[in-house]
């Protein structure tokens, strides 16, 4: 090959590159945050999870579950998180409640996806009266 005809070869492979990385850039990916059990002792009235949005782009929250000590799904009794196929965009944040029996164990499972799908927190809390925050610990990404 010539050498007027390498910048021409480097440059098509720098373009092709470049457009296969910003495609893969841009794929879905998913997490799974997981927290608990938090203890609730007595007082408690309530089983709270809430998850906050800190990545640059918005995502879904496909699962928002509660599972109480046996393993059993809590009946949702508050919701403020966006319904599919809304999003929570940067900076917001949520929360899904269930009634909490007392010296029972609690535990939260989040789904998220989207582009920042490993850029959200969160916590499981166990609440009383007031609200009083009676036990807290954070969700944890499954990959950590």
Request: net charge positive.
């Amino acid at each position: 090959m010539s050498k007027r005809g390498q910048p021409r070869l480097y440059k098509r492979l720098t373009l092709t590159t470049l457009t296969t990385v910003i495609g893969l850039g841009g794929a879905a990916q998913a997490a799974t945050y997981g927290g608990g059990p938090a203890v609730s002792p007595m007082g408690s009235t309530q089983v709270a999870c809430r998850v906050f949005n800190f990545g640059v782009n918005p995502v879904t929250l496909p699962t928002l579950e509660i599972y109480n000590t046996v393993g059993a799904l809590v009946a949702l009794t508050f919701n403020n998180c966006p319904a599919l196929p809304g999003t929570l965009t940067l900076g917001a944040s949520c929360a899904f409640a269930g009634v909490a029996a007392v010296n029972q164990q609690y535990s939260c499972r989040v789904v998220v996806v989207g582009q920042s799908a490993d850029q959200v927190s969160g916590d499981v809390e166990i609440l009383g009266t007031g609200p009083a925050l009676l036990n807290i610990l954070p969700l944890r990404n499954s990959h950590e």
